[in-house]
């Protein structure tokens, strides 16, 4: 029987979540490129509307994996964080990407990037090492 509680069940979802937070960690580059742009005063590419959806899409992706691990885990706990920050990345390059691309007056033009991400990329990399920290403590030495 495949319990949820167990220590393989939960070191294994405690991995995927690592992974997941590697790979957020690994968009930030190109989620800064994207805030960037669209924080320029004249109407940014197309490119950057299709880099801004991709980017999107992928922490999306990475956000509803995320909630498939841990699943017993409460509001407050380090697996719904890393859940949040997730969310919270695609959630500012989206909105970012639509207000860029949003017909509006000057007025609206000069706030289209949403904020920068630094403070919660760093958040993300604190979650990401508490992950490290809590799979090293429940993987057997050997």
Known sequence: MNSPDRPERVLADLLALLAIADQ?????????????ACAEPEEPLQSVAREGARV??????????SLDFAPSAGDGSLERRLSDLVLLHFQMVHTSVRLAFRPSTGVLRSVRAVEDLTPWVAELRSVRDQLNLWITALTPAG
Do not use: D, N
């Open 24 to 36: 957020a960690i690994l968009l930030q580059e190109r989620a800064e490129a994207v805030l960037e």
């Open 56 to 65: 999107a899409g992928e922490y999306q992706r990475l956000w509803r994996w």
